[in-house]
C-alpha cells in the first residue's frame, strides 16, 4: 500500500481511482504508473481547483472532487474515470482534441476565458462556459506524456453579464429612441458614453467626434458658460438640476450659434449611492423664446420690409369674405395706393384670356392648399402687365378661415423671356438659310437643334435624327473618337474640333470640318454649345494629291540628288590642293546646299510614310544617355560656336527605334542652336518619371514661343510668324515628324516655352521593362 499513498486521500475521487480496476486500461495498475503520473495525481487530487488530466497515448481521464460538481448529475460522473477521451468527451471531442494536441505538439500552454464548451450533464446537453487552461506534464523521459487542465465553469457569471449587457442595451436603446435629446456623461471626466441622434444634431456633431470623449473636449465651444460648474455640482453634490431657456452657445456648420435650452442633470448612482455619471435630457425651445421676445419687433420689422419691398402683400378673409391688402398691390395694379382699389375693380383689370390660368391655379389651391400662377393685367391707361401671384390657405377646424400671400410685377422678365425668344427664332432662321450645318447642345453636351442643312443633306427627318441619333450620319470609324472627343469637350470647357466623314442621302460620305465653342455667362458659366460643320472633301482631296505629289517628288529627286551630291564630293576631293580659291569655295557652298536639299527630301520622305502609315519602327534596346551623348558630340563638332551641357540623372534603358529618336533629338538640338543666336548655351537633361518613363528636356534661351504658338507647333508645316520668320528658314515638318514618332512610340511629347525667354522641347518614352 505504501507504493499507493499517492492515492491515500483525495477525496471521492481518490476513492474512486483505488477501487477502480485498472488492469484492462492501456496504462495498468496503479503500481506500475510512472512517477509522473503518481506526482500530478497526488497534486491534483489534494487540490481545491478544479482539474482534470488526459494521459497517455488514449487520453485517459482523472479529475478530483473539485472538478466533479461541473459534471452534474445522470451526466459522465463517474464513468468517464479512466475512460478514453474520445469517448468521454464525444460531444465536444472536435474542440479541445485540436487544444490537447497543441499542448502535445509545441509543450506551450493554452489558455481559454469564457469559451462556450456545451457538455452532457444533468441528463441533457447544456451551454456551459468556461476559463480554462491546458498545460504539458512531462513524463521521466522528459516526454509530453499527458496534459493538465485547470478550470473554472464560468457560465453563471457569463449569463450574468450578458443579461446585465441586455440591460444596459435595452436602457441604451430607450434612450436612443427617446423623443428628447439624451446622453450619458460616466465619470467625473464626463466622458460621453452615449448620446441619441437628437443629442448629436442639438450640438452640432457626428458620433464619432464626440463618443468616448470629455464633453468638453468634443464640444469644446460649450466650455466657459458655466456648464462646467453645474455638472460638477451635480457629480459631487449628487443633486438634479434643471434650467429652462438657458443660453448656450453651440457650433452649427463652423458657425457658433446661440440656443435656449430646457435642461435636466440627473445623477447617476450605483447600489451603494456612489454616483458615477450624469444622464442629461435637453430641448431646443429657441424658436419658441426667440418668437416670444422679438414678436413685436418682428412684427415692425415686417411692416418695413412690406413697405419698402416691391412685393404687394394681401390677405383674404373667407369668413367675412374680404380682403385687405398694401399700397404696393395697389400699385402693381396702376393704382396710386390702396384706397384706390377696391374688389370689384380688381376682377375688372383681369386679362379675361387668361381666366383659365387663374381658373386651374384656384382648383389647384383646394387640392394644396397653395396658390401660384402668372398673369396679365390692365392699367387703367390700357396697357398690360404681368404678375406673378402667390399664396397660403389656413384652416380653422378643417374649414378654410384665410389666405395670405403676395403679388409681384413680372412686366420686364416677361419681357426678357420674350425678346429671347425672338432672338432663338432669328438665329433658327438665320441659321437655316446657311449652306454650312449648324447645331446647338444644352450645358451637358445633348444636341438638342440641327439646321434644315443638316436634314437636307442626311435625308433624315427630325424624329431621327434627334435623341442622340445623329451620330449615324457620322462615318463608322470616326463616330468612337468622335464621342471621345465631344464628351471631353463637355467635360473640360474646351472648344471641339474634329475632322470626319458625315454620310450623305444618296450613301457617299464626305469630309467635314466640324468646330465647337461654349456658350458662357457672365460669370463663366456654361448655358449651351453651338457648333458648325464645314464641307472641307474637296479641300482634303486636293491635300491628299498634294502629299501624293511630295511623296513623287521625292522619290523622284533622291536619286540624282545623291549623284549630284556624289560629284561634289569628289570634285572636292580632286581640288582640294587647287589654289583656285573660288572654285573651293564654291564646291564647299555647294556641298552643304546639296546637303540640306538632301536633308529636306528626307523630311518630305518621312512625312509621306507617316500619312500613308507607312513609317516602320526597327526597335532595339540601348540606353538613352549613350544615345543622346552620341547626337551631342556630332552636333557640337559642327555648332563649335555653342556649348551643349549635359545632366544625366537617368541611367535607363528603352525599347526604341534608335534612329528615329536620333532624328527626333537632333531636330530639337538643331532648333535650339538655330532660335537662340544670342544664347551660346544649350542644356539637355535626362530624368526618370514615376509613370515609368524617361525625359529628355532640351532647353535653350533664345526667342521663346507665345501661347497661340504652342499649341500648333507639331502641326505639320507649321512655322511660327512674325518680324523674325524669315530669319530662321524652314518648313515646318521637323517637329511634326519628331511629334509622330514619340507618339508612334507610345511616348509623349510637348513643351514648356515662354516668349523672349526660351524653350524646354521633351519627349518621354517608356523604360524597357525586364520580366
Known sequence: MNQLKFLSKGGEMGALIREKDWSQTSIGNPETWPQSLRTTLSILLSSKFPGFIFWGKDHLCFYNDAYRPSLGNDGKHPHILGLNGKEAWPEIWDIIKPLIDQVLNTGEATWSEDQLIPIFRNNRLEDIYWTFSYSPIYDESDSIAGVLTT????????????????????????????????????????????????????????????????????????????????????????EKYEASERLVSLSKNGILENFYLNFVYQPIKDAKGAVKGIIAMSTNVTEQVLS??????????????????????????????????????AQ?????????????????????????????????????????????????DGSIHWIQVNGTLFYDQDKPSKMIGTIRDITDEK??????????????????????????????????????????????????????????????????????LWINAVTTGHDFVFE??????????????????????????????????????????????????????????????????????????????????????????????????????????????????SLLLKKTTFKINELVEDVIGEIQNINTKHQIIFCAEADAEVFADRENITQVLVNFLTNAIKYSPDSLNVDVKSSLEDNN?????????????????????????????????????????????????????????????????????YFLLPLEINT
Open 151 to 238: 478550470c473554472l465553469e464560468t457560465t453563471k457569471e457569463v449569463m450574468a453579464r450578458k443579461e446585465l449587457e441586455k440591460t444596459i442595451d435595452h436602457y441604451h436603446e430607450n434612450i436612443m429612441q427617446a423623443p428628447i435629446a439624451m446622453c450619458i456623461f460616466k465619470g467625473d471626466k464626463y466622458i460621453v458614453e452615449i448620446a441619441n441622434q437628437l443629442m448629436l444634431e442639438l450640438w452640432g456633431k457626428e458620433a464619432d467626434q464626440v463618443l468616448g470623449k470629455p464633453i468638453f473636449e468634443g464640444l469644446p465651444d460649450a466650455k466657459g458658460q458655466g456648464l462646467e460648474e453645474i455638472m460638477n455640482q451635480v457629480y459631487h453634490r449628487g
Open 292 to 329: 416670444r421676445k422679438k414678436i413685436e419687433e418682428n412684427e415692425e420689422k415686417l411692416n418695413l420690409v412690406i413697405e419698402d419691398s416691391k412685393l404687394g402683400i394681401w390677405e383674404f378673409d373667407f369668413k367675412v369674405n374680404n380682403g385687405v391688402f398694401t399700397d404696393r398691390y
Open 332 to 380: 402693381i395694379f396702376g393704382c396710386e395706393n390702396k384706397d384706390n382699389l377696391d374688389r370689384n375693380k380688381i376682377l375688372l383689370l383681369l386679362h379675361p384670356d387668361d381666366k383659365n390660368i387663374r381658373d386651374l391655379a384656384d382648383s389647384n389651391l383646394i387640392k394644396t392648399g397653395y396658390l401660384n400662377y402668372e398673369s396679365r393685367i390692365f392699367w387703367e
Open 415 to 484: 419681357k426678357y423671356e420674350k425678346d429671347l425668344i425672338e432672338r432663338e427664332e432669328k438665329f433658327r432662321l438665320l441659321a437655316d438659310e446657311m449652306p454650312q450645318f449648324v447645331w446647338t447642345g444644352d450645358v451637358d453636351g445633348n444636341l438638342s437643334y440641327f439646321n434644315k442643312s443638316v436634314y437636307k443633306y442626311s435625308g433624315l427627318d427630325e424624329c431621327t435624327i434627334s435623341n442622340g441619333k445623329w451620330i449615324q450620319i457620322v462615318h463608322p470609324d470616326d463616330r468612337e473618337q468622335n464621342i471621345q
Open 500 to 613: 470626319h466623314r458625315f454620310k450623305r442621302h444618296d450613301g457617299e460620305y464626305r469630309w467635314q470640318l466640324s468646330r465647337a465653342k461654349p456658350q458662357k455667362d457672365k460669370d463663366g458659366i456654361i448655358q449651351m454649345w453651338i457648333g458648325t460643320s464645314t464641307d472641307i472633301h474637296d479641300i482634303k482631296e486636293m491635300d491628299d494629291q498634294k502629299d501624293f505629289f511630295i511623296s513623287m517628288a521625292s522619290h523622284e529627286l533622291k536619286t540624282p540628288i545623291t549623284s549630284v551630291k556624289g560629284y561634289v564630293q569628289l570634285l572636292q576631293s580632286k581640288y582640294k590642293k587647287s589654289d583656285d580659291v573660288f572654285l573651293t569655295n564654291a564646291l564647299s557652298i555647294l556641298n552643304k546646299q546639296v546637303g540640306t536639299l538632301s536633308s529636306l527630301i528626307t523630311d518630305l520622305l518621312d512625312v509621306s510614310k507617316i500619312k500613308s502609315g
Open 693 to 761: 518613363m524617361v525625359k529628355i528636356t532640351v532647353t535653350d534661351k533664345g526667342i521663346g514661343l507665345n501661347e497661340e504658338d504652342r499649341k500648333k507647333v507639331f502641326e505639320r508645316f507649321y512655322r511660327v510668324e512674325g518680324k523674325n520668320e524669315k530669319t530662321f528658314p524652314g518648313f515646318g515638318i521637323g517637329l511634326f515628324i519628331a511629334s509622330e514618332i514619340i507618339k508612334k512610340h507610345e511616348g509623349l511629347i510637348g513643351v514648356d516655352s515662354k516668349f523672349g525667354k526660351g524653350s524646354s522641347f
